[in-house]
């Protein structure tokens, strides 16, 4: 029943924005901590973003000062601010939403960057 749904991806051009979105349904227990993760051509998945129930988030190294998570708690939903886009942002991005029972995850929204 839960499902977690991106949007927002797409092929844009070095130094363009985009913003991802997810909305979470079907959860009966309370969502902890959100994420994003992406995973390229080859790597294995790494986390690009978090945040807690709170609002406190963490970055990776390699997206910090470009990118921005966010939450609305109230609608079960995470987003991801990307600014300044590099051709190695270029990767699947996946949503996550951790609870007390599990990790869920999204089926991935595609970001290609190049010029």
């Known amino acids: 029943q839960v499902q977690l749904v991106e949007s927002g991806g797409g092929l844009v051009q070095p130094g363009d924005s985009l913003r991802l979105s997810c909305a979470v349904s079907g959860s009966i227990l309370s969502i902890n901590d959100m994420g994003w993760y992406r995973q390229a051509p080859g790597k294995e998945r790494e986390l690009v973003a978090s945040i807690t129930n709170g609002g406190r988030s963490n970055y990776a190294d390699s997206v910090k000062g470009r990118f921005t998570i966010s939450r609305v708690n109230a609608k079960n939903t995470v987003y991801l601010q990307m600014n300044s886009l590099k051709p190695e942002d270029t990767a699947v991005y996946y949503c996550?939403?951790?609870?007390?029972?599990?990790?869920?995850w999204g089926k991935g929204t595609l970001v290609t960057v190049s010029s």
């Open positions: 996550n939403a951790v609870t007390v029972l599990r990790n869920y």
